[in-house]
């Protein structure tokens, strides 16, 4: 009997999972039984060990209630949140060549999708186009806690991956060159910006990092090779002539970054909703781009190679057991998030 009739015929095929069954905030979280997902041509079924969480769980937790009325998602209720897992592989379609039963994995499921089949789960079915093996020399924490913001650090930096349209500018994202340039990475110390500082400083960038004081010894041990402490400086006022700023924090106040940069530079605005400084940025001959992630298995693959050999370390601000997602949504809530949070399942 192959390992795949042999797990079907052996499985559940209840699970335990985290749902919502209506917008709102950490409440909502429900830890309850779901069926285990059937796996379709070119997907994997994963036995879920972790999983790293991302601001786009709350947003969607939330009803994404930032966004225009037509923007926000009409969701099919009952939903599983989350992207980022890493795991072990159970079973594969009958197609799937590129990996077996019994493969550690990490991966971003499905983005910027949802529905009965996300991250915080016990199972979990994936395309295998999303996938790759999981570095070895990290655990399975810090693999989950990779794939999104990892992913966008990448495709802001070093390689774009996709075509997807951008709603927010017309414009295919392009990343600039880093090396012997000075970058500013704002909100440094949280999910996204710790990998863009260790990826830009690979590339061999003059950082600087902005966060709060606290996290400073962090941030050097990253690379930071200058740091600005926000609460008792305003990095703005005090830095000039950069080449780069990528705003991790983003939003409304990004605008505020025009200024350091020399001619020709470029703000990346990690979260780039409520900018409105373009006229701002065409006067000052400044270059304002950002793009949305998107699941790129080969890139995943890439970037094992630089986990396993320690170029990018993760960091993980805390972990909380699946059924206390809850509680890892009001750890969020409070901010001031150093590196990732993460679930054990």
Excluded at 227 to 234: L, Q, R, V
Excluded at 254 to 266: D, E, I, N, P
């Amino acid at each position: 009997m192959s390992l795949n009739l042999e797990y079907k015929n052996n499985r559940s095929t209840v699970m335990k999972a985290i749902r919502q069954h209506e917008f709102g905030g950490p409440e909502v979280l429900q830890y309850e039984d779901a069926p285990i997902p059937e796996i379709i041509k070119g997907e994997v079924l994963i036995k879920v060990k972790a999983i790293g969480l991302n601001p786009p769980d709350w947003y969607l937790r939330d009803g994404y209630k930032m966004l225009p009325p037509e923007w926000q998602p009409k969701v099919p209720f009952p939903i599983i949140l989350g992207t980022d897992i890493s795991g072990v592989i159970v079973e594969v379609a009958e197609d799937v060549k590129e990996f077996s039963i019994g493969d550690e994995v990490y991966a971003m499921v499905r983005f910027p999708s949802y529905g009965p089949s996300q991250a915080y789960a016990e199972y979990v079915s994936v395309s295998v186009a999303e996938i790759a093996l999981k570095p070895k020399n990290i655990d399975f924490v810090q693999a989950a806690a990779a794939p999104m913001s990892l992913l966008t650090a990448w495709q802001f930096l070093i390689d774009l991956g996709h075509d997807e349209p951008n709603p927010l500018q017309p414009n295919r994202h392009e990343p600039v060159s880093l090396s012997g340039k000075k970058v500013l990475v704002n909100g440094a110390a949280g999910g996204v910006g710790h990998f863009v500082l260790q990826l830009a400083k690979w590339k061999g960038a003059h950082v600087i990092a902005v966060a709060s004081g606290k996290h400073e010894n962090l941030l050097r041990e990253l690379g930071a090779d200058e740091f600005i402490d926000y609460t008792k400086d305003t990095a703005e006022n005090i830095v000039s002539d950069i080449d780069l700023v990528v705003d991790c924090v983003g939003g409304a106040t990004t605008g505020r970054f025009l200024k350091t940069l020399k001619k020709g530079g470029a703000l990346f605005p990690i979260f780039p909703l409520g900018f409105s400084d373009t006229d701002e940025a065409e006067k000052l001959g400044v270059i304002v781009s950002a793009t949305q992630v998107r699941s790129n298995g080969s890139q995943l693959l890439e970037l094992a190679d630089l986990l396993d050999n320690g170029t990018i370390k993760v960091v993980v601000d805390s972990v909380f057991s699946l059924a206390d997602a809850q509680k890892a949504h009001e750890r969020a809530a409070k901010g001031h998030i150093q590196g990732k949070i993460a679930l054990t399942v």
